[in-house]
């Protein structure tokens, strides 16, 4: 079975603060994406990669920044944490080449930012 | 106006109930269709794909109409492990590119004894 694993399950941090939400997956996917859920409003991406070293904005990138150095890890980065980034964070992997349209999702980090 | 819209329930039906989820989205270009289930608490995860054709697994028949630019699920004598958030998922991009997905924002359906 694919697993996607994320870091943190919880976390609770400060306005202004910087904030890693990691990423790993064992099944050798291209494609890795982070998204964040809220009531109301859906999924949405914030960025996502095909490849090592390569990202691609999403929807809503503002505030955010990725980091894609090895193939299995993808990584979240909040550079200076606000308010409105409290939210669900669900990272998600696809295989690439044999996509069927399906996606991984890791079990979500619950962030929220005081 | 949303890109892929549904009604967000919730649905509250008894056991053995027939229940359907309608979906509709904008981008008349989209290439491919899907549900996803979340139960409370948990991950997204893949239920069905959606064809043209219409395409049917066990219990749940998936539907789609492009010239309306709709999809359906349709669960028949429904369970309380049915008891999930139902999201609808639209692929903009062609086949290989998941990263073009659009994500409803679900149907709750809640099953009662």
């Known amino acids: 079975d694919v697993k996607v694993t994320q870091s943190s399950r919880y976390l609770v941090k400060r306005t202004g603060e910087k904030v890693f939400l990691e990423c790993v997956q064992d099944?050798?996917?291209?494609?890795m994406f982070w998204y964040r859920q809220d009531p109301g409003l859906g999924l949405r991406l914030i960025y996502f990669?095909?490849?090592?070293?390569?990202?691609e904005k999403g929807d809503i990138p503002e505030g955010y920044s990725v980091s894609r150095e090895k193939k299995e890890r993808f990584s979240l980065i909040l550079e200076s944490a606000s308010t409105n980034q409290t939210s669900m964070y669900l990272c998600?992997?696809?295989?690439?080449?044999?996509?069927?349209?399906?996606?991984?999702f890791g079990e979500g980090s619950r962030l929220t930012v005081l | 106006r949303k890109e892929v819209e549904q009604d967000p329930g919730p649905f509250n039906v008894p056991e053995g109930a027939t229940v359907a989820f309608n979906c509709t989205y904008s981008?008349?270009?989209?290439?491919?269709f899907f549900w996803y289930r979340q139960d409370c608490r948990k991950e997204p995860k893949l239920l069905m794909s959606?064809?043209?054709s219409g395409n049917e697994d066990g219990r749940f028949t998936a539907q789609l109409n492009r010239a309306s630019q709709y999809i359906s699920l349709l669960i028949r004598d429904s369970k309380l492990s049915d008891s999930a958030t139902y999201l609808c998922?639209?692929?903009?991009?062609?086949?290989?590119?998941?990263?073009?997905?659009?994500f409803g924002q679900g149907t709750t359906l809640q099953v009662k004894p």
């Open positions: 998600a992997s696809s295989p690439g080449d044999r996509d069927t349209g399906e996606l991984f």
């Open positions: 099944m050798d996917h291209e494609n």
């Open positions: 990669s095909y490849d090592v070293k390569m990202k």
């Open positions: 981008n008349s270009a989209s290439q491919s």
């Open positions: 959606v064809y043209s």
């Open positions: 998922v639209v692929n903009e991009g062609d086949r290989s590119n998941t990263g073009k997905l659009i």
